[in-house]
């Protein structure tokens, strides 16, 4: 997911940031240039990024709240008087965090990040283990969005470059990233086990679908789906498919 956080946000002109947790950043580039050439000249011309995450969330062995949103807040200006469309940030949590004083202010400091710059020129995804958090921080950290991972959507995002989480306040499925024919069949059989009945999607952040991947999410044959809203490469496969003429499929244009 964060490969086409990244590839979308460049796309549309941001200042990207990857606060990167590990040793061995260069490892890091390779990879994500392996997967998109374009991220090579992203980097060349200062549009992207990589720095030390634990740099940014606990320089000095501690993590405060408001240190690391005036952080953000400080990029956001930076970038936008650099000419960039907007800022772009996404960032590995260090594991350490949760052991180091100030880690119980997460959850509060996850509340808080969205709503600090409240404006379409700013986004931030964060990246958490939840294998190493604590299961009340882990709780306080979803409690802090409107999307839940649910464990059933957890074989979604062992596929490629695709993450899905549930959408709380609209009661939608959200997917995020690349739906292709590699993750297809899971996202088809999670579909079909865990989701019954009318099914809201939310395509927004799709960077990339290919048939297979679409035709994957009919979990159930007959079942109604709301499309609200859907990236231009759903939009595009959709005519292609003739969804736009199904009687059981809605496009709405707006969320």
Do not use: N
């Amino acid at each position: 997911m964060a490969v086409a956080f990244v590839r979308d946000r460049l796309g549309r002109g941001d200042k990207v940031v990857y606060l990167f947790d590990g040793d061995d950043a260069a490892f890091l580039v390779s990879r994500l240039e392996r997967l998109d050439p374009g991220f090579e000249a992203a980097m060349a011309s200062g549009q992207f990024e990589v720095r030390r995450a634990r740099d940014a969330y606990i320089p000095d062995g501690c993590f405060e709240a408001d240190r690391m949103l005036t952080l953000l807040r400080e990029e956001h200006d930076r970038a936008r008087a650099q000419g960039y469309s907007g800022l772009s940030v996404t960032g590995e949590m260090p594991d350490a965090v949760c052991e180091l004083p100030g880690g119980e202010q997460l959850g509060a400091y996850e509340a808080r990040i969205a709503g600090d710059i409240d404006a379409p020129s700013y986004s931030v995804l964060c990246q958490y283990d939840h294998g190493l958090l604590g299961a009340g921080v882990l709780s306080d950290v979803i409690e802090a969005h409107a999307v839940d991972a649910s464990p059933e959507l957890a074989a979604i995002g062992r596929d490629g470059e695709l993450a899905a989480a549930r959408d709380r306040d609209r009661d939608a499925l959200r997917l995020a990233g690349e739906l292709d024919f590699g993750c297809a069949q899971t996202v088809w059989e999670v579909l079909d086990a865990s989701f019954h009945g009318p099914l809201r999607l939310d395509l927004a952040d799709l960077s990339y679908v290919d048939v297979a991947g679409m035709r994957a999410l009919r979990g159930h044959k007959g079942q109604r789906l709301t499309i609200s809203p859907a990236s231009d490469a759903v939009r595009r496969l959709l005519a292609l498919l003739a969804w736009d003429t199904d009687p059981e499929i809605e496009l709405l244009e707006t969320g």
